[in-house]
């Protein structure tokens, strides 16, 4: 429980640093600048020195419609763009394989990462989502976190099984904010690369 109220606490504290590169700009203390479009995909956060992927995992971007388009993320697999905590990770070494963008060190973010692109002005009504469109037009409600849940089960060998890791949700009819999820659960994901300011999970 107490680590369940910790990480709530650091998530909180997280999306009020978030709001310096909120979507209204008029507000005092906007970190004007803060993403940097490399041209090829990806984006470069000035704040935590992150570099994200433009569009989530499976899509790719198409800079002449101005918009992520939706493809395989290995020549042969199906496409499939919500996948299980596990597959994700697979998945992402599946792309690193071909590399993406020059690199092949792309990663899942841990929940400190994942919750630093959480924009709270960029809601207007509550169908939005608290991300920012502009930097990253492919947006889903919900997106995996490779933070697993510190409440492991045991496993009948003695060992312990993560049967939870942490999602972020992006909309504000889901609550917006971090929780636990059953890893067989399908979502969505987002990768980066780079060593952030947040530290690790």
């Known amino acids: 429980m107490a680590s369940i109220r910790g990480a709530m606490f650091l998530l909180a504290l997280i999306i009020s640093q978030a709001a310096f590169a909120d979507c209204n700009t008029t507000i005092p203390g906007h ?14 956060d000035r704040m935590t020195r992150l570099t994200w ?3 989530e995992l499976d899509m790719v971007w198409d800079p002449i419609q101005n918009i992520c388009k939706t493809q395989d993320a290995v020549p042969g697999e199906p496409l499939r763009k919500s996948r299980n905590w596990q597959d994700t990770l697979q998945a992402t070494q ?8 020059s690199a092949t060190d792309w990663r899942l973010p841990n929940i400190k990462e994942l919750a630093s692109i959480l924009e709270l002005n960029c809601l207007t009504t509550s ?7 502009d930097i990253f037009p492919s947006a889903n409600s919900k997106l995996w976190s490779s933070t697993p849940h510190r409440g492991t089960v045991p496993s009948g060998d003695g060992s312990t099984d993560i049967n939870l890791a942490w999602i972020v949700l992006f909309r504000s009819d889901t609550n917006i904010g971090a929780r636990p999820e059953e890893i067989t659960q ?3 994901a987002r990768l980066i690369r780079g060593e952030s300011k947040l530290g690790g999970d």
């Open 94 to 101: 599946n792309l690193n394989a071909l590399g993406f963008a």
């Open 186 to 188: 399908l979502n969505f």
């Open 127 to 133: 169908a939005n989502l608290a991300i920012n469109l």
């Open 53 to 55: 992927m433009k569009c």
């Open 31 to 44: 970190y004007e600048g803060r993403y940097i479009d490399n041209g090829n995909g990806t984006i470069t």
